[in-house]
């Protein structure tokens, strides 16, 4: 008889974005001529930079002649890509890392979920509260929780971002095996200073543990103090593995292309507590189960890193990041305490009511459409989520609605 795996059955199913599409249809067929902006969904809505177009159109042709054609690609990714990487997201901030430790890979999603597969199922997880879900979720399919009791899994450890740690939570109190970081966050907006990831990184080594750290904001950092990458931090390599992405960047939801950073020096244990570099792990999970980007979307990822490439991102989360600004300041000017915003498309802020019920007022009288904090995690219970990823025109157009009801 074919069995489904268990762990499967566990899993809760995540209502909240269901539940924000739902409550919005009711609203619609109720009011049919509503004028709504969405500042909900965590997806940009700005067209590719122009360089990454060129160069889709350029690979798609070289693929349509038997002279330029490409089949399979390397494994971990072309090497013009690898080399760019290496180049401009990491040797030109002071991060000594090479092509050969830069996976190429379809997206940030795939591969913060599926890098746990290489770890025993007994290890102890640490997960941000509130998280992005993909964390929790790919932990529970690999059977390495208990059932859900009360918006949490039982074996998990949460690690709680509060307004009293600034939405950076502290080291943890029990033992910890393997955390994710994802910083600037999603959903809170938060960043971490240097001092705070030295922590981190210091607490691994001390604790034979691991770092998942998920970069796939990194380019919305506009304060020089705050680190890009882990591996700004003096002996990061050794005990961090970052998750990076083009989605956020450059555009790519609809694109797909991302890569993983697995240093040569990054570690696990074996059962008699020798270490194991996990680096060759990575590349025979990779070449079994997974056969690499497009040709064209490779070459339209490199065209991110040339000199046009940098200026046409900077100028799209510019424009995402005034948008934030606008939220920002009106949300203060109300008198919330808000987070995020400055370095991040995310702006989080306490509402001091229940996070549906607010969610429900200003999508009744605003016709604004958020995300309730509550769906991240208990810690974000009384919270709500706006995004910046709609238009200059819309987010004003939504700020003087809100500036009415509020
Ligand atoms: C958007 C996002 C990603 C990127 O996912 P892709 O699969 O590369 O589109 C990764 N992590 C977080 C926290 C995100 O919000």
Same mark, same amino acid.
């Given at each position: ?37 969405? @500042? ?7 067209? @590719? ?44 901030? $002071? ?6 430790? =830069? ?11 599926? %890098? ?6 007994? =290890?102890? +997880? ?19 929780? $208990? ?7 039982? &074996? ?21 095996? @393997? ?7 999603? *959903? ?8 705070? @990831? ?22 919305? =950092?506009?304060?020089?103090?705050? #680190? ?14 970052? %998750?990076?992405? !083009? ?13 993983? +950073?697995? #240093? ?25 189960? !997974? ?12 065209? +991110? ?29 109300? &008198?919330?305490?808000?987070? &995020?915003?400055?370095?991040? *498309? ?37 919270? =709500? ?9 819309? +987010? ?11």
């Amino acid at each position: 008889m074919i069995h489904i795996n268990p762990h499967y059955y566990k899993i809760q199913a995540n209502y909240l974005f269901a539940e924000v599409a739902q409550r919005v249809k009711t609203y619609k067929t109720a009011h049919p001529e509503a004028d709504l902006i969405r @500042l909900g969904i965590g997806d940009v809505t700005k067209a @590719l930079p122009a360089v990454c177009v060129e160069a889709l159109i350029r690979g798609s042709r070289e693929q349509g002649c038997d002279e330029t054609f490409h089949g399979y690609g390397p494994d971990y990714g072309y090497d013009f890509l690898r080399e760019a990487i290496a180049k401009v997201d990491f040797q030109a901030r $002071g991060c000594d890392i090479s092509p050969d430790e =830069i996976f190429v890979s379809d997206g940030a999603k795939c591969d913060v979920g599926n %890098f746990q597969e290489i770890f025993d199922g007994n =290890i102890r +997880v640490g997960v941000p509260d509130p998280v992005y879900p993909v964390y929790v979720d790919t932990n529970v399919m690999a059977g390495r929780t $208990g059932a859900a009791a009360d918006g949490r899994y039982q &074996g998990l450890v949460y690690l709680v971002g509060n307004e009293a740690n600034g939405f950076v939570p502290g080291l943890p109190s029990e033992p910890v095996d @393997l955390v994710y970081l994802c910083f600037p966050n999603n *959903p809170t907006g938060a960043v971490a200073t240097r001092e705070q @990831l030295t922590a981190w990184v210091e607490w691994a080594k001390a604790n034979d543990a691991l770092i998942l750290f998920d970069a796939a904001y990194e380019f919305f =950092i506009q304060d020089p103090s705050i #680190p890009h990458s882990i591996y700004e931090i003096p002996g990061a390599k050794e005990v961090a593995v970052e %998750f990076r992405s !083009f989605s956020k960047t450059a555009g790519f939801t609809g694109t797909r292309c991302g890569y993983a +950073v697995v #240093p040569n020096e990054c570690r696990a244990f074996d059962a008699s507590g020798n270490a194991v570099a996990l680096q060759p792990l990575w590349k025979r999970r990779q070449s079994t189960k !997974f056969n690499g980007v497009s040709y064209p979307v490779q070459l339209a990822a490199a065209a +991110v890193y040339t000199p046009e490439g940098q200026a046409q991102c900077r100028e799209l989360i510019a424009g995402y990041l005034a948008n934030a600004q606008i939220v920002s300041s009106h949300l203060t000017a109300k &008198g919330y305490r808000t987070t &995020g915003g400055t370095n991040s *498309p995310y702006i989080w802020f306490d509402t001091g009511t229940d996070s549906w019920a607010f969610f429900d007022r200003l999508l009744n009288e605003a016709q604004v459409v958020t995300t309730p904090g509550s769906g991240f995690g208990n810690a974000g219970a009384g919270y =709500i989520r706006i995004t910046a990823f709609n238009s200059r025109e819309n +987010v004003e157009r939504a700020m003087e609605r809100l500036d009415k009801i509020l």
